[in-house]
């Protein structure tokens, strides 16, 4: 016999075609339909029950919008609201005054209250999240959240002061999420939980949206979607109340800092954010662009030049705590915008500054933790390893470290084959660096493997060669290296610090040597600073610089191997709607044309294709005709100058000839024959 399905099965197809659905496929469909209706139908019920019942309240009634899906539960929010606000009431008042900060209400009263009694001459108001309602009948229980504790609401009708219909109305409405104020008396529940019993509850400001169950004692709950985490972070802080245990910790080092050094007579200063050379650093910039200037500007990596320029005219002890910004992946440990210390101190060497960074580091730790020792987790799934930062640290001499790690002697810094030979040597060690094969980079590729990733507790490396610091000062005693350290921790470097170099003619020759590596397609090199050269010609005492990375520092005392923990609002992919929309919002730009000169007449230079003809006319060249300049550098060179730096700072040979001429007076560039 025929069943009602197999009756109905011909005419049900599947969704875009016309084929029609399987006996099992129809039984599915017609299923989950007869569900959805049924639920809906549950729903409209308990609605109506809800809006009959003017009684119902927020304890019962929220347990059954926990079943709504969450577009219905904001949408029945939204519409209590409007009902709240019809009937005369205001769901976001301008001021509710506050007695008592939650965690002073918990120091304040903890003691002068005993179990099960109230302080009924004492009327008090506190103001707070609901992060949990309880509760039904003549007794409520809500638990409030604000800086980082948690207070207990106990309502009941009895001591609520404007009747049984306000009393009901409030808890009708208040729901998880909610930002309430409190007016009541301070006491204890019979369990010894302190709270608060209110003579009245005012709404401040209503969550419309369905919150995850916070993370409570028993670590049930919280939200552990890490894009959910970062791209909403204020519903981490909510829902995670231990996430706010991490941004302490980070602000304690941030006033820890500016505490040592005004104990010490520096003053705290700032710099530009734009800078028209991306200089005091070795890293790729982000470029922005000035509508009034018309130019491109770029946004800084590090304060270095501008903070040494301060020391030159006589500000002897200067810092700044702020961002950088680098243009360069996103990973465990960097984020494209990060915060760091710098500080320069006249008359001080890298001597001082090693035993400065002792005292700072260590009495943070010590200040934050109440020790020296603290567990550190280096990076995910990895066990916690214990890192002792007493002082002294160990040292390192660079090359010297490399060479006992490696049980072979490296070539002169100054060997004309010294790459060709480090090269050779990371075949030997089946090692990888990427392209160009400098010196620098050979040495950093050894550095990470040898000495980088078998530190754990703080350790300096020291006397690093000078080809890898341009703006550090010559060692006094030992040739081709610097008076310069890093301080490194399980594998992360924490601080980097050295004696200035103060003397303006090795400073222009090592920007000129940076420039080369440019035109070898180092897109890192450092980039050459006129104006920080005339600085030093004017005079800079003998100084030590400093910096150090506060993100990094919080990560250890914090115990996160991840950065994106320790920042607020970490960068993060844009979502497919978030590129949709730029794309819609952006405007649209005129196409640009710079049309070259001489034998790159005709030629669109600010085009790709145009742009890698040049780029490529002078690979391994200094000037367009090999090492010496002529009319056509000149001429071509004015043509060039005209383009955004955005056109040209993917082309390194080019940006390294722009350089090189433009480090030349513009009369003598007129000589070029």
């Given at each position: 016999m025929a069943t009602e399905f197999e009756i109905e099965a011909p005419a049900a197809t599947a969704d875009g075609d016309n084929e029609p659905l399987s006996k099992n496929a129809l039984k599915k469909k017609l299923k989950a339909e007869q569900a959805a209706k049924a639920k809906a139908e549950k729903e409209a019920k308990r609605a109506a029950e809800l809006a009959a019942n003017p009684k119902q309240t927020s304890s019962n009634a929220a347990a059954v919008e926990e079943e709504l899906d969450p577009s219905q539960f904001k949408a029945n929010r939204e519409l209590m609201i409007k009902n709240f606000e019809a009937e005369g009431g205001n769901p976001y008042p301008h001021k509710f005054h506050v007695d008592w900060r939650l965690p002073d209400y918990n120091a304040e009263f903890e003691s002068r209250t005993k179990d099960g009694e109230r302080l009924e001459d004492v009327l008090t108001t506190v103001a707070g999240r609901i992060v949990s309602v309880?509760?039904?009948?003549?007794?409520?229980?809500?638990?409030?959240?604000?800086?980082?504790?948690?207070?207990?609401?106990?309502?009941?009708?009895?001591?609520?002061?404007?009747?049984?219909?306000?009393?009901?109305?409030?808890?009708?409405?208040?729901?998880?999420?909610?930002?309430?104020?409190?007016?009541?008396?301070?006491?204890?529940?019979?369990?010894?939980?302190?709270?608060?019993?209110?003579?009245?509850?005012?709404?401040?400001?209503?969550?419309?949206?369905?919150?995850?169950?916070?993370?409570?004692?028993?670590?049930?709950?919280?939200?552990?979607?890490?894009?959910?985490?970062?791209?909403?972070?204020?519903?981490?802080l909510i829902v995670n109340p231990d996430v706010r245990n991490t941004f302490e910790i980070r602000s304690k080092i941030i006033n820890g800092i500016r505490k040592y050094l005004d104990e010490r007579h520096f003053m705290e200063v700032e710099t530009p954010m734009m800078n028209m050379?991306?200089?005091?650093?070795?890293?790729?910039?982000?470029?922005?662009?000035?509508?009034?200037?018309?130019?491109?500007?770029?946004?800084?990596?590090?304060?270095?030049?501008?903070?040494?320029?301060?020391?030159?005219?006589?500000?002897?002890?200067?810092?700044?705590?702020?961002?950088?910004?680098?243009?360069?992946?996103?990973?465990?440990?960097?984020?494209?915008?990060?915060?760091?210390?710098?500080f320069y101190m006249a008359y001080a060497d890298y001597d001082d500054l090693m035993v400065m960074c002792e005292e700072l580091v260590s009495g943070l730790v010590k200040s934050?933790?109440?020790?020296?020792?603290?567990?550190?987790?280096?990076?995910?799934?990895?066990?916690?390893?214990?890192?002792?930062?007493?002082?002294?640290?160990?040292?390192?001499?660079?090359?010297e470290g490399l060479e006992e790690a490696m049980k072979t002697k490296l070539p002169a810094l100054d060997d004309p084959d010294v790459v060709t030979k480090l090269t050779a040597l990371m075949k030997e060690h089946k090692l990888e660096c990427t392209p160009?094969?400098?010196?620098?980079?050979?040495?950093?590729?050894?550095?990470?493997?040898?000495?980088?990733?078998?530190?754990?507790?703080?350790?300096?490396?020291?006397?690093?060669?000078?080809?890898?610091?341009?703006?550090?000062?010559?060692?006094?005693?030992?040739?081709?290296?610097?008076?310069?350290?890093?301080?490194?921790?399980?594998?992360?470097?924490?601080?980097?610090?050295?004696?200035?170099?103060?003397?303006?003619?090795?400073?222009?020759?090592?920007f000129l040597?940076?420039?080369?590596?440019?035109?070898?397609?180092?897109?890192?090199a450092m980039v050459m600073d006129d104006a920080f050269v005339t600085s030093l010609e004017h005079g800079l005492p003998?100084?030590?610089?400093?910096?150090?990375?506060?993100?990094?520092?919080?990560?250890?005392?914090?115990n996160k191997?991840?950065?994106?923990?320790?920042?607020?609002?970490?960068?993060?992919?844009?979502?497919?709607?978030?590129?949709?929309?730029?794309?819609?919002?952006?405007?649209?730009?005129?196409?640009?044309?710079?049309?070259?000169?001489?034998?790159?007449?005709?030629?669109?230079?600010?085009?790709?294709?145009g742009m890698a003809k040049l780029n490529n006319a002078l690979a391994g060249k200094t000037f367009l005709s090999g090492n010496s300049p002529s009319m056509q550098d000149a001429e071509l060179l004015k043509v060039a100058e005209t383009l955004p730096l955005s056109a040209v700072i993917k082309s390194p040979n080019v940006l390294s000839w722009i350089q090189t001429c433009s480090a030349v007076a513009v009369d003598a560039r007129e000589q070029w024959a």
């Open positions: 309880r509760g039904q009948g003549k007794l409520f229980f809500y638990d409030l959240r604000g800086d980082g504790a948690k207070v207990q609401v106990m309502s009941d009708l009895k001591t609520y002061a404007d009747g049984e219909d306000a009393f009901y109305k409030i808890h009708r409405i208040l729901r998880r999420g909610d930002i309430v104020g409190v007016k009541g008396y301070p006491g204890k529940s019979k369990k010894g939980e302190l709270s608060i019993f209110p003579v009245e509850i005012i709404l401040l400001s209503p969550c419309l949206h369905m919150l995850p169950f916070a993370k409570g004692d028993s670590c049930v709950g919280g939200i552990t979607n890490m894009e959910t985490r970062y791209r909403q972070r204020y519903l981490d050379i991306p200089g005091g650093a070795v890293a790729r910039p982000f470029i922005t662009y000035h509508n009034d200037l018309s130019m491109d500007l770029y946004l800084r990596i590090a304060p270095e030049l501008y903070l040494k320029m301060l020391v030159v005219g006589g500000l002897d002890r200067v810092y700044e705590l702020g961002r950088q910004f680098r243009n360069e992946g996103i990973d465990l440990t960097h984020n494209p915008e990060f915060t760091t210390l710098e934050i933790t109440g020790g020296y020792k603290i567990k550190y987790s280096p990076k995910p799934g990895m066990d916690e390893v214990e890192i002792d930062f007493s002082p002294p640290f160990k040292r390192i001499s660079m090359m160009p094969h400098t010196t620098a980079r050979l040495l950093d590729t050894f550095v990470g493997e040898f000495l980088e990733n078998n530190i754990t507790h703080p350790t300096f490396i020291t006397e690093q060669p000078q080809l890898m610091s341009p703006l550090a000062k010559y060692h006094r005693s030992k040739p081709h290296l610097t008076e310069r350290f890093e301080l490194f921790a399980a594998g992360r470097e924490l601080a980097n610090a050295y004696t200035e170099l103060n003397n303006p003619v090795v400073q222009q020759s090592l040597d940076q420039a080369k590596a440019g035109s070898a397609g180092d897109d890192e003998p100084t030590g610089g400093f910096g150090l990375g506060v993100d990094r520092l919080t990560m250890f005392l914090a191997n991840n950065i994106k923990e320790v920042l607020l609002f970490p960068a993060m992919k844009p979502t497919e709607e978030q590129l949709d929309l730029i794309s819609k919002s952006a405007p649209k730009k005129a196409p640009l044309k710079c049309m070259g000169v001489g034998t790159f007449a005709g030629v669109d230079l600010a085009s790709d294709e």
